[in-house]
T-cell receptor
Framework: SQQGEEDPQALSIQEGENATMNCSYK?????LQWYRQNSGRGLVHLIL?????REKHSGRLRVTLDTSKKSSSLLITASRAADTASYFC?????????????FGQGTILTVHP | EAQVTQNPRYLITVTGKKLTVTCSQN?????MSWYRQDPGLGLRQIYY???????DKGDVPEGYKVSRKEKRNFPLILESPSPNQTSLYFC???????????FGPGTRLTVL
């Protein structure tokens, strides 16, 4: 199945700085989704970008998608301590993998006050 | 309130004792899925269901069973749990497989 691989595995920044996380995948996709997980809790959907979109914004979040490079990035601007969490990408493929959604290991973001 | 609920939230059991983790959603979603999360391995999909009576294997289905008799419920069954099934389990639902998924709060299972 299609699996996203996030990079870096861990990111530590100061409050107010921007945080950028990257995701790479292997095959063509219908869309790519980003999720956030606070320690031990269920994942929360952040943003979905379709394969025909290049960039999408939601509040302080900006997601880009480059299908030629099979990669996506999530930018959190003006980070806050409350943004401390793990972030996962989930590429959604079509075809025989239509029902499958595989997450990577995630990026652990720590924002220091 | 739109939500996915799971029960129990915590469970300690012994090897071989059959158990069921329930999952229910109130959003009339077609698609439901089970994941397990282990340190260093991320989330891995166990089983998913595109609709009532339609289920299929994810990446790690061994040792698990599911059923989808009603749209709102998608229980995960461990017929004979083993210690390697100790994990944090999440149920999720979405309108269709390609939409955003709503996750339950998780079930932390320990098999001794």
């Amino acid at each position: 199945s299609q699996q996203g691989e996030e990079d870096p595995q861990a990111l530590s920044i100061q409050e107010g700085e921007n945080a950028t996380m990257n995701c790479s995948y292997k095959t063509s996709i219908n869309n790519l989704q980003w999720y956030r997980q606070n320690s031990g809790r269920g994942l929360v959907h952040l943003i979905l970008i379709r394969s025909n979109e290049r960039e999408k914004h939601s509040g302080r979040l900006r997601v880009t998608l480059d299908t030629s490079k099979k990669s996506s990035s999530l930018l959190i601007t003006a980070s806050r301590a409350a943004d401390t969490a793990s972030y996962f990408c989930a590429p959604h493929a079509g075809g025989t993998s239509y029902g499958k959604l595989t997450f990577g290991q995630g990026t652990i973001l720590t924002v220091h006050p | 309130e739109a939500q996915v609920t799971q029960n129990p939230r915590y469970l300690i059991t012994v090897t071989g004792k059959k158990l069921t983790v329930t999952c229910s959603q109130n959003m009339n979603h077609e698609y439901m899925s089970w994941y397990r999360q282990d340190p260093g391995l991320g989330l891995r999909q166990i089983y998913y269901s595109m609709n009532v009576e339609v289920t299929d294997k994810g990446d790690v289905p061994e040792g698990y069973k599911v059923s989808r008799k009603e749209k709102r419920n998608f229980p995960l069954i461990l017929e004979s749990p083993s210690p390697n099934q100790t994990s944090l389990y999440f149920c999720a639902s979405s309108e269709f497989s390609y939409n955003e998924q709503f996750f339950g709060p998780g079930t932390r299972l320990t098999v001794l």
